[in-house]
């Protein structure tokens, strides 16, 4: 049986580059464009929409840049690939590309001989770095005691089993950077726009549920949003508008008692959920991590 085709999106505002790409990709009859786009934006809405295997992504592209772009794509289609093609050289902002959770990054003045090696890498679960460029690990991923968590290909079948087994309506999962102190979004259901951009990244002196928890390192459950104490007026409205109206934040702790993530999930009811539901999602997480901890 023949196996299915890589489906490529290919972002970038040069269209003579976008045909380049289709040359260099029409060498491997594994690999099939789907979608080609001149804009960060659009880039984000073909993301959601046709749920690519792997996306090429340039940075200077209009709208959104590459980087801001990429962050978003993570939350919206997570088991996506991407890899970075840029004409830009800098260590920083390569390193700054990395820190989205892309896989890889390719300089184009490379692709000719690369791009090809490059995308077998980040199929493969490997991360490409051009090779004149030298890197350091990813501050977002060096720290946390399991590196493959944010890209693991079972995180959205990982948030859906959580959703289920706490009967929510909405959920996040956010993984822990603790050089920085903070929590980024890697997973997420049924938010947008302004929620998105509010919790991208949640740092311990920001006043809401997923902060607490991550300070306290342990659950904390809000059963109404609109009257709890805990939360800042502004969070308070964020998750208002959002349709949120009770908020359980479980952070996700291994054995040694290191922190490598927070769940969330979101009811759009008061009263959230039961102490019999949360055994139910500690069940949940327990699993995920000893999956995790069998591939470290």
């Known amino acids: 049986m023949a196996m299915p085709q ?41 993301a959601e929409k046709l749920q690519p295997d792997l996306i090429l ?44 959770g892309a896989d890889g990054y390719l300089v184009k003045s490379d692709a000719l001989t690369e791009m090809l090696p490059a995308i077998v890498a980040v199929l493969e679960g490997r991360r490409f770095v051009t090779p004149s460029l030298s890197l350091q690990t990813p501050p977002a991923l ?61 740092h311990c002196d920001h006043v809401c549920v997923c902060s607490t928890a991550m300070n306290r390192l342990s659950r904390v459950v809000v059963a109404d949003v609109a009257t709890d104490s805990i939360l800042s007026n502004e969070t308070r409205e964020v998750l208002l508008r959002a349709n949120v109206r009770a908020v359980q934040s479980t952070p996700m702790v291994e054995a040694s008692g290191k922190l490598i993530g927070m769940v969330s999930t979101h009811y759009s009811h008061s009263g959230g959920p039961t102490p019999d539901v949360l055994q139910n999602v500690d069940a949940v997480v327990a699993t995920f991590l000893a999956k995790l901890d069998s591939l470290s």
């Open 6 to 46: 890589i489906r490529i999106l290919v972002v970038d505002d040069y269209e003579p580059w976008q045909r380049f790409v289709w040359t260099v990709l029409g060498k491997d009859p594994d690999l099939k464009v789907i979608g080609q786009v001149f804009d960060g934006l659009e880039a984000v809405q073909q």
């Open 57 to 100: 992504l340039d940075i200077g592209l209009p709208t959104l840049n590459g980087i801001v772009a990429a962050r978003r794509i993570k939350k919206i289609s997570p088991a996506s690939k991407i890899l970075f093609v840029t004409q830009n050289r800098s260590s920083d902002i390569a390193e700054e590309a990395l820190s989205t």
């Open 142 to 202: 060096g720290n946390n005691p399991y590196p493959q968590f944010a890209h693991s290909p079972s995180i959205s079948e990982f948030l859906a089993s959580v959703i289920n087994a706490s009967a929510a309506d909405y959920g996040t999962i956010q993984s822990f950077d603790c050089k920085r102190g903070e929590l980024r979004i890697v997973a997420q259901h049924g938010f947008e726009g302004e929620f998105l951009d509010y919790f991208d990244t949640v």
